[in-house]
Nanobody
């Protein structure tokens, strides 16, 4: 059972990146999945979550309008489209499987990928 995040890289401010997270393992098929990020010296923070049951999405308030989370249920891939990137978006981005609790809390996610680095240059 694994979560593999990809798509990170270096981009100039104002640019876009699309992250993907491939989940393997049948037990993840019907789970809500989210993205978090962690910048150097900071706590891991919630980015977005997509619910399996109704495809409803929730975002960190500061990211609404710039980031879009989506899910390909057939392939069990969760993506994060990031537009109008800012230098403060620089962080390691993690995908995770929700296992119970508050969607905005990292402690509610029981399975994590290894993360992918996103660096936004000025």
């Amino acid at each position: 059972v694994q979560l593999q995040a990809s798509g990170g890289g270096v981009v100039q401010a104002g640019g876009s990146l699309r992250l993907s997270c491939a989940a393997s393992g049948e037990s993840f098929t019907y789970d809500d999945m989210g993205w978090f990020r962690q910048a150097p010296g900071k706590e891991r923070e919630f980015v977005a979550v997509v619910l399996w049951s109704n495809d409803r999405t929730y975002y960190a308030d500061s990211l609404k309008g710039r980031f879009t989370i989506s899910r390909d249920k057939a392939k069990n891939i969760v993506s994060l489209q990031m537009n109008s990137l800012k230098t403060e978006d620089t962080a390691v981005y993690y995908c995770a499987v929700f296992t119970g609790g508050r969607y905005f809390s990292a402690s509610a996610y029981g399975y994590w990928g290894r993360g992918t680095q996103v660096t936004v240059s000025s």
